[in-house]
């Protein structure tokens, strides 16, 4: 399923020309909600979800870098952040959950194992809630991270760093393991044909992807067995450099 082109006017928009750049060109609908996918940093893609009936978001994956123009965003078109969502503890770059968290006093939900101690809400798999009236539903999706959490809300996954839409997140960093990463990008992968993937990363400009498209192109969803994906990502990975001041960005934000 591809974002939906009507005649639907989204709730709010890029509010200052200098910020533009933070909003991706697109704009989702599913339900009740819009979503608002940003861009920060390298590649990096966090998530503005608004319920335009209540004006309340949840922000998924906020970014550090970005903080401004979230705040800026709320303010400047009266919205009320309900929640904070962290898909994992992040190696590539700083999360804004727990600044936001805090000085808006919204809760930060993370998975059980997340070791952060600024998370105030701990989800396990299978989970559900209900946020600014839209319903989230949270599964377990470890092999990048030992917390890999994905959210599925109607027939939108928001897979983090589990599956993107032409590879899936590498397994060799703190708490990574190649076996749970098959493992989760397969499970992911059973879900209908036409859910929409809104993955944490994408280094070519992309933002989503139906799930149809995702299991015929993606080669990672295609190597045959377990064993055989394992191999493939120790040497895959045995040649690219680690992301830049890993330890730094692990060690802020697991404190």
């Known amino acids: 399923m591809s974002s939906t082109k009507t005649t639907q006017q989204p709730s709010i928009h890029p509010y200052i020309p200098m910020h ?5 060109v697109d704009i989702f609908f599913e339900e009740q909600a819009e979503i608002y996918p ?10 503005f979800i608004l319920n335009p009936q209540t004006k309340e978001v949840v922000l998924i994956d906020p970014d550090l870098e ?18 904070v969502i962290d898909t994992h503890t992040h190696a590539e770059h700083a999360t804004a959950a727990p600044t936001l968290s805090q000085l808006l006093q919204v809760p930060y939900i993370m998975h059980q194992q997340a070791p952060s101690r600024f998370v105030t809400e701990r989800i396990k798999d299978g ?28 027939k939108r996954l928001f897979t983090g760093d589990s599956l993107f839409i032409k590879s899936c997140g590498r397994a060799d960093l703190p708490g990574g393991d190649a076996g749970q990463q098959y493992r989760s990008i397969h ?9 929409t993937i809104h993955p944490g990363h994408d280094y070519n400009n992309h933002i989503s992807s139906p799930l149809s498209a995702v299991s015929q192109h993606n080669h990672r ?24 001041n890993l330890e730094y960005y692990v ?5």
């Open 66 to 83: 970005i903080l401004g123009a979230y705040l800026l965003t709320l303010d400047q078109n009266k919205l009320r952040l309900v929640a």
């Open 20 to 24: 533009y750049q933070h909003f991706a």
């Open 251 to 255: 060690a802020f934000n697991a404190q």
């Open 38 to 47: 940003l861009w920060s940093g390298e590649g990096n893609l966090s998530y």
């Open 221 to 244: 969803l295609q190597i045959s067995s377990q064993e055989a994906f394992v191999a493939f990502m120790t040497a895959h990975y045995a040649q690219e450099e680690k992301p830049d």
């Open 187 to 195: 499970q992911l992968a059973q879900f209908p044909d036409d859910y």
């Open 127 to 154: 989970d559900e809630r209900t946020l600014g009236g839209m319903t989230f539903q949270f599964l377990h999706t470890p092999g990048h991270t030992v917390d890999m959490t994905s959210i599925r809300l109607g």
